[in-house]
C-alpha cells in the first residue's frame, strides 16, 4: 500500500474508489474482451452504478479500493504508518498526552476501588467500616510513596486553561477533508490527500477525546491534589502492591492486568504426616479470559503440572467465569489460594505429583528440598 | 517466637488469662473479618467453636458486618472454620496470641478463616 502511495503509478479515482492499472497479459485480455463483449459489465454497472473495469485514454482500469474505507481502516491496515501519521498531527498541533486515561479505564477502577478493598486492611483498630473510593485513594497514598513530580502533574491536571486552548484550536481548524475528483492522478497526488485524510481524522478523533477530558477535569477539580496524584502515579507505573495484593499492567495486551494476591509461607502434610514448607509466591489471574489462576513465579506444587513460572492451578469443579467482574476476579483467586494452602490431602494424595515419592519408575516433581 | 512457644508463653502467664480476647472471623482470603471483643473470664470456659457460633450470631450488626456474616456463611457453606491452618477444636487459650493496641493495652487475639474447601490435582 505504501508502495503504491509512493509510486508514480497513474490512477484512476472514481466514485470515491482507486483503480488501479490492469496488468497486460493476454489471458486477462481475453477474459476482458469476453466481459465487453457480451455486455456484462454495462448491465452489473447499471445494477451497482459502479463498473469493476473502466477505460480511461485507451488504458484498461480495475476497481480496486474504497478511499473512505481505506482511510477509516488505516489505523487497522498499517498501524505502525497510522501511529507515525498520528504522533506527528499530536506534535505539530501540540497536543497533550492522554493522562485521564486512567479515569476512564473501566478495568482498573474495578480493581482499585472493588477488588483491592478485600484483601488489603483497611481499617484500624476493631470498627468495620466501608471505605469510599476517596478512602482507598488516602489508603494508598498512606502507605505508598508517590513521587513529587506526580503532585506537580496533579496541578497542571487541574488546570483546565491549557486544555481549553487546543480545543478552541482544534474547533478553529477546518475538519474537512474533500475526496479526490474523478480522473487520472499519479500515486503521489494520492498520497498527498490520503495523508491530509488522515490528519483530519486524527484531529476529529482528538478533538472526541479531548473534550472527554476536559469533561472528566472538570469532574475532578474539586478532588484533592494527593488522590489526582496517586492517580497519575497509577496510570503511569500500571502498577502497585499494598499488604500483598497487587496489580500489573499486561506489556502485551493493551488495557490488561495482572491481578495478584501474595501468599505466606505454608505447611502441607503427606502421607506420613511428615511436614513440607513451601515457599511464598504470586496467586494471579489476568483480566482477559481465560480466568483462572496460576502462579506468577517459577513454582513446584503438587496442583502443578510442572516447575516453572506461570503454571495455571489445576481446580476440580471449578468453571471461570467469562465476565470480567469484581467479583469473579476476588472468586478466581480466592480458589487459586485455596487450593495451594488447603486442598491437598496427603492420605489421597490428589494432585499431578505426591509430596512424598511414590513412584519409583515415573519421573515427578520432588519436594525434599521443603521437608522440615 | 513460633506459634508454639507463644502458646507455652501463654500458659505460663496466668495474668493474661485476664486480658480481654479479640475474635476475628475472615471470609475467605480476605484482609478484614468479622470482630468480636469477650471480657476476661466470659470465654475460658467455652470451647472456641461455640465462642463463634455465638459471634456468628450477633444481632444488631452494622451493614458492613452484615456482608462480611454473609460473605463468611457463604464460605462455611460445606468450608470450615481454620485458625493457623488448623481446625478449631479446643479453648480460646489454645489458639490466642497476646498482642496490644497502640495505645499500649494488651489483648488476646484469635484470627479465624472461614474456608470454603477446594479440591486440587487430579484425584485419586
Partial sequence: ?372 | MSDIDLKKELQMDEAEKLLPLVLEIIPGHAAEGLIDIYEPGSYTAKSLKKLCDKTLNKKNLSIEEQLIVEDIKRQLDGGKLLSRGQEIEGTALEFAVSEQTEAGEKYLYIPIRAIKPQEGGLGS
Fill in chain 1, 1 to 372: 500500500m505504501k508502495r503504491l502511495l509512493d509510486s508514480d503509478l497513474e490512477l484512476v479515482v472514481e466514485s470515491n474508489f482507486i483503480y488501479l492499472p490492469l496488468l497486460f497479459d493476454p489471458e486477462i485480455e481475453k477474459e476482458i474482451q469476453s466481459i465487453f463483449r457480451h455486455g456484462k459489465q454495462t448491465e452489473n454497472s447499471e445494477q451497482l452504478d459502479l463498473k469493476t473495469i473502466i477505460k480511461h485514454q485507451d488504458k484498461l482500469f480495475i476497481k480496486a479500493l474504497n478511499i473512505h474505507s481505506l482511510i477509516e481502516n488505516y489505523e487497522v491496515i498499517n498501524a505502525c504508518d497510522y501511529n507515525r501519521l498520528r504522533n506527528d498531527c499530536l506534535m505539530k498541533y501540540q497536543i497533550a498526552g492522554e493522562e485521564e486515561g486512567i479515569f476512564l479505564d473501566e478495568t482498573l477502577r474495578i480493581i482499585l476501588f472493588q477488588v483491592m478493598p478485600h484483601f488489603i486492611k483497611k481499617n484500624q483498630g476493631l470498627v468495620r467500616k466501608k471505605f469510599s473510593d476517596e478512602g482507598i485513594l488516602d489508603l494508598i497514598n498512606k502507605k505508598i510513596k508517590i513521587p513529587e513530580k506526580y503532585y506537580n502533574n496533579a496541578a497542571t491536571f487541574q488546570n483546565l486553561e491549557p486544555l481549553k486552548k487546543i480545543l478552541e484550536g482544534l474547533e478553529n481548524e477546518t475538519l474537512m477533508s474533500t475526496p479526490p475528483k474523478n480522473g487520472i492522478l499519479t500515486g503521489r497526488k494520492l498520497r498527498d490527500w490520503f495523508y491530509d485524510a488522515i490528519q483530519v481524522k486524527v484531529l476529529t478523533s482528538e478533538h472526541r477525546r479531548i473534550a472527554q477530558a476536559l469533561k472528566v477535569r472538570k469532574q475532578f477539580r474539586q478532588a484533592k491534589p494527593e488522590h489526582i496524584a496517586t492517580l497519575l502515579y497509577l496510570s503511569d507505573t500500571g502498577s502497585i502492591e499494598i499488604d500483598g495484593f497487587g496489580f500489573t499492567r499486561h506489556n502485551a495486551y493493551k488495557g490488561e492486568y495482572l491481578v495478584y494476591k501474595r501468599t505466606e509461607g505454608y505447611i502441607l502434610k503427606d502421607y506420613y504426616a511428615r511436614s513440607y514448607l513451601f515457599p511464598e509466591c504470586r496467586v494471579a489471574v489476568s483480566t482477559y479470559s481465560p480466568f483462572r489462576p496460576f502462579v506468577i513465579e517459577k513454582y513446584k506444587h503438587p496442583f502443578l503440572l510442572d516447575h516453572k513460572s506461570g503454571q495455571e492451578i489445576c481446580i476440580k469443579d471449578f468453571v471461570p467465569s467469562n465476565e470480567l467482574s469484581a467479583k469473579n476476579i476476588i472468586r478466581t483467586l480466592e480458589e487459586g489460594l485455596t487450593a495451594l494452602h488447603y486442598g491437598y490431602n496427603g492420605r489421597r494424595r490428589n494432585g499431578y505429583h505426591s509430596l512424598d515419592k511414590m513412584w519409583v519408575h515415573i519421573p515427578t516433581i520432588d519436594f525434599e528440598d521443603y521437608r522440615i
